[in-house]
């Protein structure tokens, strides 16, 4: 019976790590299922899709990964940690390079390159509170750094795509609530002592020059495309030629469970707009409040499926596009970066997993009211 059991474990060892790294798609393809069996596949699948978000989303996903196979951000960061002089210095500066870094590489991406980073920087004091303090920073200016560009957010990119936001009109939608998050942000780095701090003397990489600036190039035309300056087209054939010819590894490397996790969105978000019942009770719930209602509805459902399911249902874009934004503060399960973050943190501090819950729910509520009180505030 032993020998049988032990023949048995292999098959399911790796079965629950998979869906500890794809709960999220797994849930988004459950939810595309039983919408399925409401909303029979017919013609009007088609018009699900918002292709213009997973062509921008797959081009910036591909070059980022580039960069990060030649250790461009990790360098970078490096290079400006060494700068810094004590704990709440580099606290500030982590924070600021995973805010520029949501900005420009997505936060889920930003959290990945740089919560290393933070680990290596704070592990040898021995403080795990300030460990602690310093991720859950991180994953707070993640969330919140990427509200201010359309690319820096997953829900960013298909908003501005779906209702057409002009960049201007978008900017300064968002303007104000990252001022303020910038703001709320460096104040908690106050929290953290300013005693010395000395990041370890490791091998330090090169950059490649001729890479590193056809990468920059690439990512660069990314952009463009995605502030619509440059065609869909044109750019994805330009990042495939470029990376089949450079770096094969990073076409592998790209989150194609993201992917699949909006297209398993789009169909749960296109089914259930087709539903009367559904229809009536969230255009009743955003009529009421459409910023409320978002932010309510990212500490169950996260933000991005909250994005793509009630965008069918209104058309202020404004007051949605900020409460999916902040509302990726709350909860653990708001942000996908959140559980990023944990998930990180657990892996060195396992024990220590009441002192990081304790510590992110006080700080990423008081996140969440503030941003959500101002925003109501300037309307």
């Known amino acids: 019976m032993q020998a049988a059991e032990g023949i048995q474990k292999p098959k399911f060892q790796h079965v629950k790590p998979f869906v500890r790294k794809n709960a999220v798609l797994l849930i988004a393809f459950s939810a595309a299922v039983v919408s399925a069996f409401l909303v029979p596949p017919d013609a009007q699948y088609a018009g699900y899709f918002d292709w213009k978000t997973l062509c921008c989303l797959f081009g910036t996903l591909a070059v980022v990964c580039a960069l990060k196979n030649i250790h461009f951000f990790a360098i970078l960061a490096r290079k400006i940690i060494r700068l810094t002089g004590n704990a709440r210095t580099a606290a500030i500066a982590l924070s600021y390079i995973t805010f520029i870094g949501s900005m420009l590489i997505a ?22 509170r300030d460990v602690a303090l310093v991720f859950i920073l991180q ?9 201010l560009t359309p690319f820096g957010n997953p829900q960013n990119l298909y908003l501005y795509s779906h209702f057409q936001i002009p960049t201007g009109e978008f900017l300064s939608i968002m303007f104000w609530p990252f001022v303020v998050s910038i703001a709320l942000v460096t104040g908690c780095c106050f929290l953290i002592q300013p005693y010395a701090l000395r990041v370890s003397d490791c091998r330090e990489d090169r950059l490649p020059p001729m890479r590193t600036c056809l990468y920059l190039a690439l990512f660069l035309m990314t952009i463009l495309m995605i502030f619509r300056l440059l065609p869909i087209w044109l750019v994805l054939a330009a990042v495939a030629a470029g990376l089949l010819i450079l770096d094969r590894k990073a076409l592998t490397m790209v989150d194609y469970g993201l992917l699949a996790t909006f297209v398993c969105f789009f169909i749960f978000s ?7 019942a559904v229809r009536s009770f969230f ?7 459409t910023l409320l209602t978002a932010v309510f509805s990212c500490q169950f459902i996260s933000n991005v499926p909250s994005a793509i399911l009630l965008s069918q249902f209104t058309d202020q874009y404004a007051s949605l596009l900020r409460g999916v934004n902040i509302g990726g ?3 653990l399960i708001a942000s996908l970066a959140s559980l990023i973050t944990f998930r990180e943190f657990t892996s060195h501090y396992r024990e220590d997993t009441r002192l990081y819950l304790g510590l ?14 101002f925003c109501l505030v300037i309307g």
């Open 360 to 373: 992110f729910t006080g700080l990423s509520f008081a996140f969440l009211l503030i941003l959500t009180v």
């Open 270 to 276: 296109g089914n259930m707009s087709r539903l009367p």
């Open 107 to 128: 936060n889920d991406m930003a959290l990945i390159t740089f919560l290393p980073l933070g680990y290596l920087v704070f592990s040898a004091v021995g403080k795990k």
């Open 139 to 147: 994953n707070i200016a993640a969330n919140l750094g990427g509200m």
């Open 283 to 289: 255009s009743g719930l955003l009529a009421q409040n």
């Open 329 to 331: 503060t709350g909860t």
